[in-house]
């Protein structure tokens, strides 16, 4: 079992940056994928970014290429979402997900096992 905790949301201004925070609980964090999915207002979840667990393995959304940065610590259990230049369409809650290290399709939420509880951003234009 794990359980993820983010923080680090909040109102921004557009070109604003924010980073996020994804606390886990379980010894096996290390071995999970990692992803951030969000959810803008009216809209379905959609996928952000992903990584392995060993810290490579990263991909991205076309819309955060080049802005957004993500990254983990084993260490420390927690994974990280860097945002730069926030746009207002980038405003959503913003939802960490775990999933098996041999995950396919690592874009489909209904791929990960778990999930935190999502945190708002609000970008202001």
């Known amino acids: 079992q794990v359980q993820l905790v983010e923080s680090g949301g909040g109102l921004v201004q557009a070109g604003d940056s924010l980073r996020l925070s994804c606390a886990a609980s379980?010894?096996?964090?290390?071995?999970?994928?990692m992803a951030w999915f969000r959810q803008p207002p009216g809209k379905e979840r959609e996928f952000v970014a992903s990584?392995?667990?060993?810290?490579?393995?990263?991909s991205y959304a076309d819309s955060v290429k080049g802005r957004f940065t993500i990254s983990r610590d084993n260490a420390k259990n927690t994974v990280y979402l860097q945002m730069n230049s926030l746009k207002p369409e980038d405003t959503a809650v913003y939802y960490c997900?775990?999933?098996?290290?041999?995950?396919?399709?690592?874009?489909?939420?209904?791929?990960?096992?778990?999930w935190g509880q999502g945190t708002q951003v609000t970008v202001s234009s």
């Open positions: 997900a775990a999933g098996r290290p041999s995950l396919a399709f690592i874009a489909v939420a209904n791929k990960y096992d778990y």
């Open positions: 990584i392995s667990w060993s810290g490579g393995g990263i």
């Open positions: 379980g010894r096996t964090f290390s071995t999970y994928r």
